[in-house]
């Protein structure tokens, strides 16, 4: 629909607790900055389906995961595809909106990731290691994430599971981007405190290594968090691309930063909007 001002709904849990973040706060923070732009309300991921046509766009944020509410989640996707309607991120992405297939893809593929296979009878496509990461291929925040031996593989069951070797890492860090345009990077210099976030300076090298990533995924619009794991050869592997509803840990840049990172989210916005607005 159209009127003065852009209509967004936006979607959140902010009730949903996250280990080591909290998702509500920057969503508080992110809306309050948007209404200078935009009329906006905010809903329960679960009540997307029932509000969303009376909004000109529906912007989905910090909403957890979608494990947890897989058949809603579904029916959302299945009714704005349907209806034409216009969701930020856009649900054309091809990494962790649509599952962790595109981390079996990449690896065939010979992108810089984590090598994962999904069949313990492939393990010999793996790099020898003493331990292997498990994780379901519809995961998400480390739902489900195992560490086994390498002698419990075969017990597993085959197609609704990644394996990975569990890599030695110096730290992870993740690079930010609005559209196509990066934003900050942030890293976690210590592997055991993933979400104790620094500011991080990245080097050509590395923005190399990320974009790789957002040039495949061609989403156009919308918010990506690309996260890797620097080996200590120093090796950046992807570790996963989210393209849903990627958590941003505003917190931890600086007041300059941020508000950089919120101009730029509030273009991208517009620019999507309009073409919901404008005349076919």
Not at 22 to 50: G, K, M, N
Not at 137 to 153: H, N, Q
Request: some cysteine; glycine content about 6%.
């Amino acid at each position: 629909m159209s009127a003065a001002r852009p209509r967004l709904l936006y979607v959140t849990d902010l009730a949903y607790q996250a280990r080591g973040r909290r998702y509500c706060d920057e969503d508080i923070h992110l809306t309050s900055r948007l209404r200078d732009r935009f009329d906006l309300a905010l809903c329960h991921p679960l009540d997307a389906v029932a509000l969303m046509d009376g909004f000109d766009a529906v912007v989905v944020r910090n909403s957890g995961p979608v494990l947890g509410y897989q058949r809603e989640y579904d029916a959302f996707r299945a009714r704005a595809l349907a209806a034409g309607t216009r969701v930020y991120n856009p649900l054309t992405g091809k990494a962790d909106m649509a599952g962790k297939q595109y981390l079996l893809d990449l690896t065939d593929a010979g992108y810089p990731v984590i090598p994962t296979i999904d069949r313990a009878e492939d393990l010999d496509r793996l790099p020898a290691a003493e331990q292997y990461v498990v994780k379901p291929k519809l995961g998400a925040d480390s739902l489900g994430l195992r560490v086994v031996p390498g002698s419990r593989l075969a017990a597993l069951t085959a197609g609704d599971i990644l394996i990975q070797p569990r890599v030695e890492f110096v730290h992870e860090v993740s690079f930010y981007f609005v559209d196509d345009d990066f934003q900050y990077a942030l890293y976690a210099p210590d592997p055991e405190r993933r979400w104790q976030l620094r500011p991080y300076a990245a080097t050509a090298g590395d923005l190399e290594f990320a974009r790789r990533f957002i040039d495949w995924n061609d989403l156009g619009h919308g918010i990506q968090r690309v996260d890797a794991c620097r080996t200590p050869d120093g090796e950046l592997l992807l570790v996963e691309l989210e393209d849903l509803n990627p958590y941003l840990s505003l917190d931890a840049l600086q007041e300059e930063a941020r508000d950089a990172f919120v101009a730029a989210f509030t273009a991208s916005l517009s620019r999507f909007v309009q073409g919901a607005l404008s005349p076919a």
